[in-house]
């Protein structure tokens, strides 16, 4: 089985080729953070490279948990794929661009994500970009497996919305395994994905979460006026509602002007509707299919309908019902022009 699991794994991921190398350490490597009352050190590491770029070391303290390793290399390099390719997102340049996962044996069940201080393979000082999947004995479940995966990658990747006093500081982490995890599952469902990517999780098994975790939000935001004052707070009832928000975003817009709107949308979550507005004025047309049946809001401003119709407006935006074609806005430009 082991024997298995320790080949390289070299595969195309769209245009880009991936590799998954693991090998024993001669040396074990020692974590950069403390866990209990001690660094654990790992003896084995599993690299995974992008075109020929390392983006992701995993390490594990035994054998018996290399494959769990394995299957965390290939999930992140999906996740990866996401961030990179649909998102247009980029790890962050202090750690080089690459993360460190850590699957550690001890510490409480869960996770995290932190720059932490390090030393490359000369000694030299490094900031590294880690995450501690704590307790790995605990994970028996496929998708929680991809969640706690999902959650900790979405701190590492996704824009820093913080000032939250519950249910934790930042709110990229739960916003990572809504996100992902709901474009995980599109991808699993079209076929573009193998399970044997993802933990060989069943379809159904995600589709489970996806309605119970996901769908209620996005049918949530888009039955409330889009109004920034409805983001504000740092409550766990403010930090569902940003999420909503945002999961909505990604349920009803081109995905060109949802990835637009991730970067567009600051750090505070009552500015992401600023971000949204600015995307959505950057094109010159766009074709809106709402994923909830009935009138969609829309960042309209100055601009008009070729398809649809408005029935209220508030400030930027408008309350629009599909036509026979669906939605097909004209933005407001940029200069603040009515027509382009």
């Known amino acids: 089985m082991l024997a298995a699991v320790l080949t390289l794994l070299a595969m195309k991921q769209g245009s880009a080729t991936v590799q998954v190398e693991p090998f024993p350490l001669a040396t074990p490597k020692v974590c950069p953070v403390q866990v ?24 594990a303290q035994e054998k018996p948990e290399v494959g769990h390793a394995m299957a965390t290399a290939r999930f992140l390099l999906r996740l990866y794929e996401l961030s990179s390719g649909a998102l247009r997102l980029r790890l962050s340049p202090d750690s080089g661009g690459k993360v460190d996962v850590y699957l550690c044996q001890g510490g409480p069940s869960g996770g995290e994500q932190r720059l932490a201080g390090d030393f490359d393979d000369d000694g030299r000082p490094v900031t590294a970009n880690v995450i501690l999947v704590y307790d790995v004995g605990s994970l028996t479940d496929k998708v929680e497996w991809l969640r706690e995966i999902a959650h900790e990658f979405g701190h590492a990747s996704l824009p820093a919305v913080g000032g939250y006093r519950e249910p934790e500081d930042w709110a990229n982490g739960y916003l990572g395994e809504k996100l992902y995890l709901k474009m995980t599952q599109e991808k699993l469902r079209s076929g573009a994905w193998p399970s044997a990517d993802l933990f060989g999780v069943e379809p159904a098994s995600l589709d489970r979460w996806v309605s119970r975790e996901v769908d209620p939000l996005v049918k949530e935001a888009n039955q409330v006026e889009p109004k920034p004052a409805s983001l504000k707070g740092t409550t766990a009832k403010a930090m569902r509602a940003y999420h909503a928000r945002v999961l909505w975003a990604y349920a009803t817009f081109p ?85 382009r």
């Open 36 to 59: 209990g009352d001690a660094k654990p050190q790992f003896s084995t590491q599993i690299t995974c490279r992008v075109d020929g770029v390392v983006r992701f070391r995993v390490f």
């Open 255 to 339: 995905r060109s002007i949802f990835a637009r709107s991730l970067v567009l949308g600051g750090t505070k979550s009552t500015d992401y509707f600023g971000g949204l507005e600015l995307a959505f004025g950057e094109l010159e047309r766009v074709d809106v299919r709402p994923a909830q049946p009935g009138p969609v809001w829309l960042p309209l401003g100055k601009g008009k309908l070729t398809s649809g119709k408005i029935l209220s407006r508030s400030g930027k935006w408008a309350k629009v019902q599909p036509g026979p074609k669906g939605i097909i806005a004209i933005p407001e430009s940029p200069d603040g022009a009515t027509t």
